[in-house]
């Protein structure tokens, strides 16, 4: 009986098995990543990081539309996916789109280059300080660094590099024509039937794709990443850097008043922004907000430095939180539920610190008791002898008095004048 029961149960899980074999081949998910607008180091750092936690998935598709950016943020990122060992589909997107300049060194870099329709890739000679570059040492490693990477891919090496040396400009049809790109699909559901079966080549070997079917699962920029695009804005940066040192020159002109230190803040934010190293400035602002903080504590001003040590402590965690030194053992899902855990600790702690200024203000506001002997009532803190100073409530504020006759304490007191702002007081009858 129990061999039969064991023999039922095991022909159950062998059709069962049967039957969803087809089903889980056509199973499985693409990372989903886009790139838009000016390519910056906040850029850098969204594919990076979600390239280093792509080894659980078939592939990872980029969609592009940019004119370009910085060199050394579109380095990392072709650093990041020559490194990567799941393969890296770029597809320039959506349709009457743009990949040009730092975006055609991120197409070559790809492991399967694809095109919407009406789009344009070309345009790849460096541009320093805003100007065409014609020296030959920069333009020489650029032709061989386009070279290398469509060699690696077996793409067309002479028109790879016409796109640095001749700013060469291609549409969907003549980039399939002269081998730069492998497909043209007219969005992501075509693109991964296209897909599906080509055999690429990575720095780790051949790889086949397996696209059929597939979930796309999008990572969109996290807390940390939106913050540094948007310090990232050459606007924004540029902005931030002017004021910070008009400011420092002003605070170190008349110091006293912490306008040094705010030049100090600025200009580390908008270093942030030039695609200055994140863990330094990171630790810089969580150590201006420490101190200020702690000035608060010890100084008891008006609250202004707890505010501006909260909002630098909190900026600085979370740029910290995604870029320690040294490998990091936790997930990415956990990193972002620790930068909104952060976003959140910082909001509590600024709604709390304003309300404290807002009660603190409201009371230096607040009209104090006029010093008339209108017979107020109110009551004695203490025993005061006849003749004696000491304090009482009036009109729910402690005042010193002087008291005409003895009063003892929580006795009922009437105010009966004034000498030099002491009240005068006598218990009430």
């Known amino acids: 009986m129990r061999t039969a029961s064991r023999l039922a149960v095991s022909s159950i899980l062998l059709l069962y098995v049967a ?104 345009s790849a000679q460096p541009v320093v300080n805003g100007v065409p570059s014609n020296d030959t040492k920069l333009i020489n490693f650029l032709v061989e660094k386009m070279r290398s990477m469509a060699r690696l891919h077996g793409r067309n090496e002479t028109q790879a590099a016409r796109f640095v040396t001749h700013n060469d400009n291609l549409g969907p049809e003549d980039a399939l024509r002269y081998g730069v790109i492998e497909i043209i699909a007219a969005d992501t559901s075509e693109l991964l039937e296209k ?96 101190v200020l903080i702690l000035y608060e504590f010890y100084s008891g001003g008006i609250m202004a430095a707890m505010i501006g ?37 910082a909001a509590f702690g600024g709604g709390i610190t304003a309300f404290i200024l807002y009660k603190a203000l409201r009371t230096v506001k607040r009209k104090s008791f006029e010093l008339v002997p209108v017979a107020k009532v109110g009551r004695s803190v203490e025993d005061i002898d006849a003749g004696k100073i000491g304090y009482v409530v009036v009109a729910g504020e402690y005042r010193r008095a002087k008291a005409l006759k003895p009063v003892r304490q929580n006795q009922t007191i009437k105010v009966v004048g004034v000498e030099d702002r002491i009240l005068l007081v006598e218990p009430l009858e």
């Open 19 to 122: 039957l969803l074999a087809p089903l889980a081949a056509g199973q499985g998910e693409i990372m989903w990543l886009n790139i838009s607008g000016n390519i910056s180091p906040a850029t850098a750092e969204y594919i990076t990081a979600a390239l280093e936690g792509s080894s659980g998935y078939r592939a990872v598709l980029i969609t592009i539309d940019t004119f370009g950016g910085l060199g050394d943020s579109t380095f990392k990122i072709i650093d990041a996916m020559m490194a990567s060992p799941t393969p890296v589909i770029v597809y320039v997107y959506p349709p009457g789109g743009q990949s040009l300049s730092a975006g055609t060194y991120i197409l070559m870099a790809s492991s399967l280059a694809a095109m919407a329709p009406y789009t344009t890739i070309g």
């Open 195 to 290: 897909a599906d079966g080509a055999v690429v080549k990575t720095i780790h070997g051949e790889v086949v794709l397996n696209t059929r079917g597939a979930r796309l699962v999008k990572i969109d920029p996290d807390v940390r990443i939106q913050v540094l695009q948007f310090l990232s804005d050459p606007l924004v940066s540029g902005l931030l850097l002017t004021l910070g040192v008009l400011i420092l020159i002003v605070g170190l002109s008349t110091p006293g008043f912490g306008a040094e230190l705010l030049g100090g803040v600025l200009i580390v934010l908008g270093l942030v922004g030039q695609g200055f190293n994140l863990n330094w400035a990171g630790l810089a602002l969580v150590i201006l907000g420490s």
């Open 309 to 345: 040590g909260i909002i630098l402590l909190s900026l600085g965690l979370i740029l910290l939180v995604r870029a320690p030194p040294g490998v990091i053992y936790v997930s990415q899902e956990w990193l972002n539920e620790l930068q909104i855990a952060i976003g959140l600790v």
